[in-house]
């Protein structure tokens, strides 16, 4: 189980305590989280989800807060930070910085169908619609300067293959560098994976965890949301569900000449970028209980995009 944070009862129903929202009737630590602490908690008014904050730019806090209040205010199905009587949203707990938010309905889609990835593209396009005109700015953490810093120091415990691969990946992160001033920019998600996602059977009915999102190039969402729903079974892409998720989102969000031209350098940097965080991860000392994802996933789907051609984007006529 992926919770870094340990609770006991008693301290839990004192943080409880000030939303007003009832006795705690149970509480259990979920086990997908790979960067923060998470819970779901019952309480009598209703079914919620803990998050304690673990790691990364603590600065950033009210960036994440910001962007998930004017998503659900556009009604897009997202989780938000419930307040206290007293109007707090974020707060403490065990020296962690803490938020309550919504349990939203639904469960992880395993092996997703084109409706789902229909579903999917449909959401990122409200997302970067709602927010392209005035995106809230933050760096992604993990982007291209991130890439091309860190990329070296991991070939150095490569050989082979895989050293070649990740030498030609960096080579792509840095041609892509020079297409970014010319791609539309909006607020991302940024790793909008399958278990990030919510569906009630067809239906998306929450996305969650956006504790990676940034303002950026539309595209890169694109890119790494693909990379992990419109898979065949030998991580390739499908036709069918990759046209499905694209074409959805085309026709809210029509794609521009300059996404078309940059698409198959961000498709391989989206692996590039998953990939790289995975062998650090996996270098790290092992912590029982938390999930580690295998980075060979990810060098096979950045293996695929260099031998197989880029699905086409549909632009308008």
């Given amino acids: ?13 004192a943080f409880l305590a000030p939303y007003g929202l009832g006795r705690l009737l149970d509480f259990q630590g979920i086990a997908a989280g790979v960067e923060n602490s998470n ?19 603590l600065a950033d806090l009210p960036f994440f807060l910001q962007l998930l209040e004017r998503l659900h205010q556009a009604q897009l199905p997202v989780p938000f930070a419930i307040a206290t009587a007293q109007g707090e949203t974020l707060r403490q707990l065990a020296e962690k ?23 999917i593209g449909r959401w990122l396009a409200r997302l970067h619609t709602t927010t392209q005109r005035e995106p809230l700015e933050r ?17 150095m415990q490569l050989e082979g293959e895989a050293l070649q691969l990740l030498r030609l990946a960096l080579e792509d ?76 989102y085309a026709a809210l969000r029509p794609f521009t000449r300059a996404e078309a031209n940059a698409w198959p350098l961000m498709l391989r940097v989206a692996c590039l970028r998953f990939w790289l965080s995975r062998l650090i991860a996996a ?23 260099r031998e197989q051609p880029a699905p086409s984007l549909p632009l308008a006529l």
């Fill in 1 to 13: 189980m992926s919770v870094f944070t340990p609770l006991e009862r008693a301290e839990l129903e």
């Fill in 39 to 57: 819970y779901f908690i019952s309480l009598e008014q209703g079914e919620f989800v803990l998050t304690l904050i673990e790691r990364g730019p």
């Fill in 97 to 119: 910085p803490a938020l309550l938010q919504p349990r939203l309905p639904g469960k992880h889609v395993v092996q997703p169908n084109a409706q789902h990835c229909a579903e």
């Fill in 139 to 155: 760096a992604s953490d993990r982007g291209l300067a991130w890439m091309l810093e860190e990329g070296p120091l991991q070939a």
């Fill in 173 to 248: 992160a840095r041609e892509l560098s020079a297409h970014l001033p010319q791609l539309p920019r909006a607020n991302l998600h940024a790793d909008l994976f399958r278990d990030n996602a919510l569906f009630d059977g067809n239906h998306l009915s929450g996305v969650i965890d956006f504790y990676n999102a940034c303002s950026g190039p539309m595209l890169y969402d694109l890119a790494i949301a693909l990379n992990d729903w419109c898979l065949d079974e030998q991580d390739g892409l499908d036709p069918h569900l990759t046209q499905a998720l694209l074409g959805a």
């Fill in 283 to 305: 270098s790290q000392p092992a912590q029982p209980g938390v999930r580690i994802k295998p980075p060979t996933e990810f060098q096979l789907r950045l293996q695929l995009r």
